[in-house]
């Protein structure tokens, strides 16, 4: 199974009421940075079978875009496992309730997103070796019930070199809904 990474694009400071930030959009720089991980993904020839967001709406809309611009046409399906503050035992069983798919995008917010992506790929004691900024994505391949393999994670700048780059192609561009 492919596991793809999102961390939510830019959505500016956090609101001090929970309810509030909650409801927190991405900002001008995060639409940017989401149709630039959907673009460089595009690029790549990404396909998923699912894709799961944290129900948080700074969350939500980065997924929104990001699948428009691979051609993803289900629905995003928003999932507690991805919340701020799930545990690891939670994202576990969520990659459980998918294990039958061949790829799936998962996206989610800090601290949990770099937690589970180090978890997943180090042994106890290593959960700071691979960092998720706003609007980085990176690509894990699961290949046992406790093997996993870093295939790339890319910071923000690298996918808006990437999507540069393939803006100057031939590929068609995607088209939106």
């Known amino acids: ?8 694009a830019n959505a500016g400071e956090a609101k001090f009421s929970s309810t509030k930030d909650a409801k ?4 001008k720089l995060g639409i940017e940075q989401s149709h630039d991980v959907g673009r460089a993904l595009a690029a790549l ?7 799961l967001s944290s129900p948080l709406r700074r969350a939500t809309q980065t997924a929104a875009v990001v ?7 289900d629905k995003v399906i928003a999932d507690a496992a991805l919340l701020p503050g799930a ?3 939670q994202f576990r069983e969520l990659l459980v309730r998918h294990s039958r798919k061949e790829a799936i995008m998962v996206v989610g917010h800090n601290p949990s997103m770099t937690e589970f992506l180090n978890r997943i ?9 691979v960092e ?27 996918v808006r070199l990437i999507q540069q780059a393939s803006a100057s192609s031939s590929r068609p561009k995607t088209v939106s809904k």
């Open 132 to 158: 998720m900024k706003k609007g980085s994505v990176a690509r894990v391949e699961k290949v046992g019930r406790r093997t996993a393999v870093l295939k790339w994670c890319m910071p923000p700048k690298a």
């Open 24 to 27: 927190r959009p991405i900002d």
């Open 45 to 51: 020839d990404t396909a998923v079978d699912v894709i």
């Open 87 to 89: 545990s690891f035992q």
């Open 1 to 8: 199974m492919d596991i793809y990474f999102l961390r939510h």
């Open 67 to 73: 699948a428009n611009e691979i051609g993803y046409e």
């Open 121 to 129: 790929l180090f042994a106890e004691g290593r959960h700071n070796a």
